[in-house]
Structures are given as C-alpha cells and as structure tokens.
C-alpha cells in the first residue's frame, strides 16, 4: 500500500479510540511514519454514547471525524479500512486483500459486548458499544412508545412500554437514570391515548449491589437516586433467558418488554484471536509490565483489549483514562526505542496506572463519584462528573455544543435528538451495495 | 381506531410537512378533533436540508419531533403510520389494516424526486428529499474520497473525486456550491495521498441557464460565484442515460463519477393517484380555487401535490410559503364550515398565493435572492437568506444550535458532522425486523 513505500519506521494503530488517538496525539519522533486504521471514520466519546442512546445528544456531538482531530498530525496517515488478520511473525496486518507492514504495532481496538455463551442473545438484547447501536437503541425505543400510542391491547401495551436494562454497572445505570427521565419528563406530554409516566424501566443485577467498582454506601446511594427517578432496581436476578420480547430469570419470574437492553458483559475485540498470542477469558492479551505482547517487543497493547494488573495484582479497569495513560506511555518506550536504534524490552519501563477516580452518573442532578478515599454524590457529584466530561470532550464546538443543549434541555425537559432515521430508505441508504464494499476493497 | 371513537367532527391531515405542520397550528375549534398521519416521526425543514447531505449540519439540527412541536396542541393527534389507501366515497384513510375516518380530510403529502421515464435512473443517481436521503448521500460522498485516499488507479481516484449534480435549480446549485466549499475549503487538510482540492464539482443543467425562477441577470451571477468556488457548469446538456458510474449526455460526453446526484425533477408523492380524482402530469391534484379536490368540498390538497394556479394563471411554485399559505387559507375555512355547520364550496374564498421573493443560496457569503422588483446577490443576499431561514426555523434549540455552528464553520471551516454511521452494524440497526413492522402494525 501506499503507506510502507519507504524506508521510515512504520508504526501501526489498530483502532482510533481514545488509547488509539491518545497514542498518534503523543508520539513524537522526526522520522517515525504512524498509520491510524479503523473501521469507522470517527472517534466516539464513549462516556456519553448512553445519551445519544437516551435521546439527550446527537451523534455527531459525541463523535469527531478521526482526520479532522489528526490534520495537523502530518506523519499520521488515517485508513478507514477493516482488519482481516495478522502475521506478527512476518510484522504483517491484513486489511482484505492488502498488507500493512510495521515495525511497532499498537493493538488498541477496544472491546465489545459480551453475552457469555448466549450470543443469541444478542438479537433481543443489543448492547451499547457503537453509535449504531445507540441510534438503534433510540430509534427502537421511540418506536415502541409509538406503537403503544397506536395499540389499544393492554398487555401489548405495557410490553411496549417495558425498558429492561440487564447489568447494574455504570453504563446499565446511566441508561436507566436516562430513560427513566426521557419516559417520566421529556415525552409525558408528547402522547394522547398513553401516559408514558406509566412506563416501567427495570435495572437488573445478578450480583447483590449495583456499581461494583463503588463503595457500599454509594452503591445504595445510587439506588435512591434510581428509586427516585422511578427506575425499579432488582440485584440477586440471574438471567435464564432472553427471548424475542421476554425475559426469564433464574426464579421463575418472566418479565415482558419489547425493550431489552444488555450492558452486563465486555469482551476484547475479537481480533485478539487472529493474533495467535495468550488471552484470557474475556479475550484480553496478557502483555508484559511494559505493555508490549509477549515474544513480540514491537507489537503493544493497550486500552480495554490489554489485561494489565496494577501493583495490587488487580486488572487496570477498561475506562478511558486508563487506555490514554497506556497510549503515552507505549509511545514514550517507541520513541526511545527509536531514537537508541535497538528493542531491549528489559530496558524498558514497567506502566503504572494512576486511578483518578471514577464517576458514574444517574440523572439531571444525580450521580455517584468515588476519588480515592474520597466519596460523594447528588448534585456535587453530578456537576465533577458534567465538567470532566465536557474537558474531555473531543473538538470544541462539540464541547460548546453539549454544553449548549445540555443547558437548554436541563431547564425545558425538551430533548432534541428524538429524530427516528432509516425507517423508510433505510434500504436504500444504508444497504447501498455501493457503499459498503467500498469501506473494503481497495486496488493496490 | 381509538381515534374515532366520539362524535365530535374529525379532521384528518396526512403530512407534516410545512403545510400539514402549520395547518395542525392554525386551526382552531372548539370540538373539532385534528389526527396528523406521518410515516416519519420528524417534520423536516426541507431548505437546509442541502447542508446535511454536504455534512454542514447535522439531522437533529433541521428536524423535531412532531409530537413535540405540537405538545400543547391538546386536540391535535398524531400517529406514526404509513398511508396506503382512500375511499373518498366512503370517507376512509386506509392504514395497512386500520381504517381512519374523517370529516374533513386535507392532503399535505408533499412530493418526491421524479425521474421523468427512468425511475431506474434512481439507483445510481440519488435524490434529496427526506433525512435518509440527505445522510445517505453524506456517506456516500464521504466514503468515495475515503476509497480515493486507499486507491493507487487514477481512473478510479478520478471517478471517486468527482461529483455531478444533476438539475440547475436551487436545490442543485445548493448542493453544488456546498459540495465545492467541503472539497476546497473543509476536506483539503484531512487526506495524504489525496488532494480533495482537485475534485471535480459539475452542475448540469438542460436549460440555457440555471435558477430558471430568478431574473437572466441573477442566474449569471449565480453562475460566476459558482465558478468562483470551483464549479464547472455546463448548461444545455441532457442526460441521455445514467449507469453505475457513469452519465451519458445527448451530445455524446460521458462523465465517469461515483457520486452522481439528481435535482432535476419533482412528481407529487405517488399515494395521490390512488385518490381516484384528476391529476396533472407531475401527479399534483388539480384543486378548486378554494383547494378543495373537485367533487369532495370536505377534501383539500396543499402544498406541493396541489396544483393551484395564480392571477396570472402560473402554477403556484412548491416552496414552503405557499404551503403554509395554503394550510391558513385551509384552516380558516373548515373552521368556517364548522361554524356554519355547512358545507358550500361557492361561498368558500378562492385561495390567492403572495409571493414573498425566491432566495437560493450558492456557499459562504454568496447568494441570489429575488424580492418583487428587488434583485441582489453576493453577501447581503447571503445575510437575507441566512436570516430569514433561522427566523423560519422551528424549534428555539435548533435556531440557537444551526447559528452557533454556522458561524464556528463560518470562521473555523471546520465541520462537525462528517461522521458515517451505519457502516458495520447498519443491518442490525436499520433492519432491525422488530422495528420497520412497529411502524404500520397496530390493533383494533
């Protein structure tokens, strides 16, 4: 391709998350040519991906073009392509049918989904990885209270207007606070034959608290604020089942919705498995203390297909900042080894995570964060966890954007992403045989 | 349908579009019971649409939910369902299985692209016409300079880089001179191996000259500023066929290009011909001075799939102030009827069309824009058109969110919607099989 035709040392990024971007943002070296490959032409500010899902944001709010954030990063080529494959033994990627050469390679293609051994159930229950799953999330939830508006069936009705949200983590949490306020706030005026204040929205954990990664008392907490905004919180429900517009739990207890969402497992890209090197359960590479990939000191990674475990032995967390401390320091050890002309993975320094905290967010005015011994929650922990969010969005005008309509729809309840796309042409627009191939095929 | 279950006098609208929307707004009676039949959830401010497609602005910015424009409409009801079928006799809307009855019917279902006899022109030449539309050419055009920038074969990088806007109206010089800006102006410092700079805009049109609305003088202007920006356009050219890629023109060119676009003709939506009354060519209902359909006082056509003819016996132009022209004159006579409790088409006034001016905009700072006798261009027409489309502009958030981006575009040429979904997961989202039937099916 294009990319390796010269002499310059070639890094590969596989991903443009926020390790990937982290990673072409930080490196610096005179002679160093880095090539960005992702599948999708954007970077998405993953932390609010439930809003757009909720109605609350656009996507283009939350998601910057991945050239237009690098334009000023001239030695980064950016590719929008898809990665078929590896050979790490002859420094190889394989997008289709052409090769990408390197001679450091950083594996930073972010997680997904995971539905343990019931990937059927995928089909019932999509998950919230991609902005096309939260727009399918929205477009299918919008749907649903439309259908209930037309149908004068009681039970079809209160399957319709069911949200069940599997797994009590930050994100299952967010995204019942959410709809819990689109149901009871933004729409309850929009309808005449249903009142959707009478929609249920159902918080399920299999475990005994929600937010794990919180202490108890916040946990609870979180749970009155839940409670509050009218989410019904269940901990100790095992799933059995997840069928077209049902759900089965462990005892015996069957729930009906037409609105089932799944947040209760991750797993690695699963690309790691091409890779030929050691993962764990969830697909992970065990790298080394310095990141880089067992046997192979040129192939990093990092973010949340990376399994790295702090000094207390215990896994670093698959949240951003984590994948952006990775990115800095992979590229720190790159430039060093190219600057000294030679690889000596013991040379080399170990990563360590600094944990600054995490926050999860519940409602207007509500939420949960945790600063080392430091806890709080409400108001207080709404507005750290408002303004880190909105510093750490990407692009300004996206910043000023959110910041904008954040404002206007705290004050008026009024939602402005409740836009329902592809209901008709979708056919056309999305299944246009001319546009998908050429995401792929490439001549060389 | 629970809709009409009473007594009191049904009003039937089918669109919201800016006649539909503003008929719902203006009418007002005591027990009259207005029901507005959409297929999308969305009404959609059809002139900007041209800045989605060219990833100026994004979807939410230029369309709201109608449930939520009408929210306080207590006695307006809005359902989310496909039309497909009349029995005018009978006074009956068909929707798939349900049947709507009504008092008063007013068709506001606007037009479609029209491809004169080559609807399979279509497939390869895209119209503008709904969100889907707009978004679908987005990614298209976004995806062919992405192709470029993988591909080594100049042919092919050629075909990718060059877009053909088919039609001299507004709609195609919009979409041209914006076309031009986001290659010259926007794209130029996002790619390596390409240099968008060197994409090719071209505007055909069949007429000795294009903006054919506007004055000789202002259609020149038209054409030098659209030059300016970079546009080649060719004026007398037919279109002998339109293939995979290609275009043929009558005198024997042929152009090669991935991103074909059509604007050159408009039909009345189609569901107009299974009304059973007289159609013109472009399968408008001719309606009586009144815009009642000939044969049914209690049924009027508005908007675009009216044919209504002026003093000077032109036919009224399909532009948004008509259409909101039409839907008072509409709403003021119903109400009358109700009223008088009568129905008499000969004391009904005749609907009289005040022409407020055409503007169409060419890119930044340039415009043309037609007021009576008044004609300018350049900037102050630009400004004229830039206000009077915000003052128009439904939804405060919208108005507020469209200046602020435009004027961080204005100074910044960045843009911030050149994001592409629907690339992987679009058949799990868009072709979700639970969502499209929601739509058209519902319970007695």
Known sequence: MNTTNNNQPQVVVLGAGFGGLTFCQAISHPTAQVTLVDRQNHHLFQPLLYQVATAGLSAPEIAQPIRSILRNKRNVNVLLR???????????IWLGDDVLTYDYLVLALGSKTGYFDHPEWEQYAPGLKSLDDALGIR??????????ENSADPAERESLMTIVVVGGGPTGVELAGAFAELTRRVLKRDFRQIDPRQARVILLEAMPRILRPFSERLSAKAVTQLTRLGVEVWTNVRVETIGDGFLQLA????????????????????????????LDRAGRVIVNSDLSVPGHPEVFAIGDLALVRNERGQPVPGVSPAAMQMARHTARLIEDDLNNETTNPRARTAFE??????????????????????EFSGWPAWAAWLSVHLIFLIGFRNRLAVLLQWTYSYFTYKLGSRIITGLNDSRKTDQDPDEEPMVCSSKK
Do not use: C
């Not at 207007?364 to 600063?371: L, P």
């Open 82 to 92: 898809d990665v078929t494959g590896f050979d790490l033994a002859r420094r190889e």
């Open 251 to 278: 005892d015996g207890r069957r729930i009906k919705s037409a609105n089932i969402l799944w947040t209760a497992g991750v797993i690695a890209n699963p690309l790691t498995r091409k890779l030929g090197v050691e």
């Open 139 to 148: 477009r299918r939830i919008l749907l649903a209270f439309e259908q209930a």
């Open 353 to 374: 995570y600094w944990d600054k905290g995490t926050m999860a967010t519940i409602g207007r005015s509500a939420a949960v964060a945790q600063i080392g011994r430091l």
